[in-house]
C-alpha cells in the first residue's frame, strides 16, 4: 500500500513472510536443519521447487509446500520477490514455478480425463516435494507412483506425517506409493514394477524439472523406457526441457537439453507432441504481464533457432514444457 509521509511518497510495502506453524517447532527446525547440511544441490534443489509453490500462493494451491520447502527457502525466494517488487522488476522470482506447475497441473487433468476412466497410473520421476497426490481432485482414481532418492522420499514422507491431523496432508489420490531409486541406474525401472506400476495400465509419466539433472545418455536411456511403454497401454510423457544456452551457466549442474524435443520425441516412438514455451497461450495462466519487453515475451518473438538475442547479445535461456503421447494431442486438449 503507498504511504504519504512528509509529502513524500513511500514504496509500497511488502507483505511479511508468514511461516507455517509447524515450521516453528523443534522437531521439524531440526529435519530441515539435517536438510540443509547434509542434502547436496540436487536434492536441495526439491525444497527451492516447494518454496516456489508456497509463496505463489495466490496462483497455486499447496498448502503442503511451506512446511516441505522449509523456512530458510521461504524466506531466501520472499527476499528476492520482495526486492523485485520494491524494484518494480518486469518478471518476479518464482513465476517460472507458478507457471510450471499450473502447466502441469492442467495436463496432468487433460490426460486423465482423455483416458475416460480407465484404470490410471501417474508415474512422477523426481518428485521431490511434490505434493499433487494431496491437492489434485483429479487424481481421485489413480494410483500415484513417487521416485526420488530415498532420503529425499524419508523426509518428505515424515513431514508429511507431522502435518497429519491437518486437511492439506489427507490424501486425496487412490494411492500414493514412493520408490526409492536413482534413476540414473538401470534398476529404477525394475523398482518400478515390483513397487506395483503396471505396465499394461494407461499411465502420466510427470517429469518436471528433473531431466536436465541427467546426463544426455542418462535422459535418453529414461526417455526410452517410457516411450518403451506405448506399446503396452496409453501414455502420455509431460516433462520440461531446458534449450542448450540454459545448461551453460557458469557453475551450472544442468547437463542434458534438447532444443526440438518436438524432434527428438517422436524419434523415441512418442509422435504426437505439442511444445508450449512460458508466456504461450496454455502456459500464461494470467501471471504474465503483455509488456513486449517481458523476457518471456521477448524470447517467444524470436526464432527458436537463436541461441543468442542479436538486439543485446544475451543467450536465449529457453524452458520447453513437453506434452507428448502414443494417442493424438487433441485427446487431451
Ligand atoms: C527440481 S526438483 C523437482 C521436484 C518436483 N518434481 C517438483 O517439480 O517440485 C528435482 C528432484 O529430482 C530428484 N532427482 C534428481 N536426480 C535424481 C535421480 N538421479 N534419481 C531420482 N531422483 C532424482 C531430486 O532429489 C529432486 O527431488
Redesign the pocket.
Known sequence: MAGHENGAEQPPSYPELELPELLLTDAIRELHSVIENQWDP??L??C???AG?ALWKHAVNDPLAGVLAGETYLRRLHEKMKNDHLNNAREVSGVI?AV??LW?DSKIEAAISSFRKRETQVV???????ARAYRLSCLKDSEVFE???ND?LQVKTTLIEAAGGQKPSQLIAKSVTRVA?????EA?FEKLKQSGYKTERNTVW?????LY??SPS?AMKVLNIIAGMCDHANTVLLADFMNKPSTMLSNSIFQFYSDWPEHLLPSLGLPNVKLSQIGDPDANFGLMNDDPINLFNKLRSLPRTLQINPEDGTPCRRLYLVQASSSPIQDLL
Open positions: 540436487l536434492r534443489s526439491a527451492q521447487t516447494a509453490r514455478l510450471r506447475t502441469f512422477m520421476l523426481g518428485a521431490g516435494m511434490d521416485v526420488d532418492f529425499v531409486a536413482d534413476i540414473r541406474e529404477w510427470v517429469l518436471e524439472g528433473i539433472y541427467l542418462q
